[in-house]
């Protein structure tokens, strides 16, 4: 009988599942190569994310000491303060599990809700889990404008 299905063209059930088997296989081959590509040449940017090499933070005057903004940043959340010695910018991500800090104006600190991190007005570990300091980025005054800029301290 098989002889007279191929003669007439026909597949059996089996060489279905054959084809099958065989084409699950090639596209999971596919997509498990594709995922390790991935991995090694990871993209530059991510897609959605306007990168730029810096970005307004505020005029001087209405910035008092003291102040907190939340700014993003090339992807990234960032508060910047100013204190009586200038400004600071720190990544909003708690060094310990990545959970969203905030500035606590009351006590002076930075503060993640979490696990009760605290960290200076530097971005520097005061108590809690946080293994290391806050990531922090460069602040420039040009004229009477403050701005982030690209490069990381």
Same mark, same amino acid.
């Given at each position: 009988?098989?002889?007279?299905?191929?003669?007439?063209?026909?597949?059996?059930?089996?060489?279905?599942?054959?084809?099958?088997?065989?084409?699950? %296989? @090639?596209?999971?081959?596919?997509?498990?190569?594709?995922?390790?590509?991935?991995?090694?040449?990871?993209?530059?940017?991510?897609?959605?994310?306007?990168?730029?090499?810096?970005? !307004?933070?505020?005029? %001087?005057?209405?910035?008092?000491?003291?102040?907190?903004?939340?700014?993003?940043?090339? /992807?990234? /959340?960032?508060?910047?303060?100013?204190?009586?010695? /200038? !400004?600071?910018?720190?990544? @909003?991500? +708690?060094?310990?599990?990545? +959970?969203?800090?905030?500035?606590?104006?009351?006590?002076?600190? !930075?503060? +993640?809700? +979490?696990?009760?991190?605290?960290?200076?007005? !530097?971005?520097?570990?005061?108590? /809690?889990?946080?293994?290391?300091? %806050?990531?922090?980025?460069?602040?420039?005054? %040009?004229?009477?404008?403050?701005?982030?800029?690209?490069?990381? @301290?």
């Amino acid at each position: 009988m098989k002889e007279e299905e191929k003669q007439s063209g026909r597949s059996s059930r089996r060489d279905f599942l054959d084809y099958l088997l065989s084409g699950g %296989l @090639v596209v999971g081959l596919v997509g498990i190569f594709a995922a390790v590509v991935r991995f090694i040449w990871p993209p530059k940017y991510v897609v959605g994310v306007q990168y730029s090499d810096r970005l !307004f933070v505020g005029k %001087l005057k209405d910035l008092p000491v003291g102040s907190a903004v939340r700014k993003i940043f090339n /992807g990234h /959340g960032i508060i910047v303060v100013r204190n009586p010695s /200038g !400004f600071i910018a720190v990544d @909003v991500k +708690c060094t310990h599990q990545k +959970c969203n800090v905030h500035w606590d104006e009351k006590r002076k600190v !930075f503060a +993640c809700p +979490c696990h009760g991190g605290l960290f200076d007005r !530097f971005g520097n570990v005061i108590s /809690g889990p946080p293994p290391r300091p %806050l990531r922090r980025y460069p602040v420039r005054i %040009l004229g009477d404008s403050v701005y982030l800029v690209n490069r990381e @301290v």
